[in-house]
């Protein structure tokens, strides 16, 4: 794992727009029990998959329809890190999050 982590850090360094890059950096980083890195990559992914789904589909690049799982995954880690209100402390914000999904 500390090698996909080295390598997904990379990735991230050299393409830092990539959404995939950064929740897969989130995966091997709560693999290897780093929960604070992790929901920080998991941040990063879901923030540019936001941007990404406000942009038209261009050739050769397809919108992020991940947002969902990349929003599961930050969960579970700030639930498993002792970060539970840190989630949606804000019933609305988690609403509008949702709202997000459905479009």
């Known amino acids: 794992m500390a090698a996909a982590q080295r390598v997904y850090t990379k990735v991230t360094k050299i393409v830092p727009r990539f959404i995939y890059g950064w929740s897969s950096l989130g995966n091997a980083q709560v693999a290897q029990g780093m929960l604070n890195d992790a929901e920080a990559s998991y941040s990063n992914s879901i923030n540019l998959c936001k941007e990404n789904r406000d942009k038209s589909e261009t050739f050769g690049g397809k919108k992020c329809d991940d947002y ?3 929003l599961l995954n930050r969960g579970v880690v700030r ?4 970060m539970a ?5 804000k019933r609305k914000s988690f609403l509008i999050d949702f709202q997000c999904i459905a479009s």
Do not use: E, I, Q, T
């Open 68 to 70: 969902y799982n990349l």
């Open 85 to 89: 209100g840190v989630s949606y402390p």
């Open 79 to 82: 639930l498993n890190n002792g």
